[in-house]
């Protein structure tokens, strides 16, 4: 009876050591792919990167877009400004930490607004534009470029809560 009361505690003990190191591994393995949360497009600190525009597949969960308006080109025969034309989109979050989308023709932008600063979620570029984002310690910018086309979404919160100007030239 001792003998195989010791043989049961040997297989028990082995094969707890075998669980604990399967799932070690497996853990190890799996992390960083598609099971973690989306990630944001890399952006450095003090350049710009430039992204070719691509479609994107995720099984990931994406946050669902807000209802914040969005500033679109109007006639298609009409020329573009040859300077910025720029309108404010969201002159003040009323609440800290609101993830608000915005959508351009050259693609889409997402910021995290918080009452004093701002942070960029993501950035994707529409089919056929390319992109460039530039960020300081006060202030956020999106170019999207296509061609002779350029729409820049710029977030400020310098002199204030974060405000978003969505411009097309």
């Not at 300081?136 to 979404?153: H, L, N, P, Q, Y």
Request: proline share 10%.
């Amino acid at each position: 009876m001792r003998r195989g009361l010791v043989h049961v505690l040997a297989w028990s003990l082995a094969t707890g050591a075998a669980v604990t190191l399967s799932w070690w591994g497996v853990h190890t393995v799996m992390a960083g792919t598609a099971y973690d949360p989306p990630r944001a497009l890399p952006i450095t600190a003090a350049g710009a990167t430039t992204q070719e525009s691509k479609p994107l597949a995720s099984s990931t969960n994406r946050p669902s877009p807000s209802r914040s308006p969005s500033r679109r080109k109007g006639d298609p025969s009409t020329k573009p400004a040859p300077t910025p034309s720029r309108t404010a989109a969201d002159p003040s979050p009323t609440a800290s930490g609101q993830v608000k989308s915005y959508d351009t023709d050259g693609g889409r932008v997402v910021f995290d607004l918080d009452r004093t600063y701002a942070t960029l979620v993501s950035a994707t570029p529409g089919p056929g534009w390319s992109m460039q984002v530039w960020k300081t310690e006060s202030w956020i910018r999106v170019e999207f470029s296509s061609g002779a086309e350029r729409v820049s979404v710029f977030c400020t919160w310098h002199d204030g809560p974060p405000r978003v100007e969505v411009g097309t030239y």
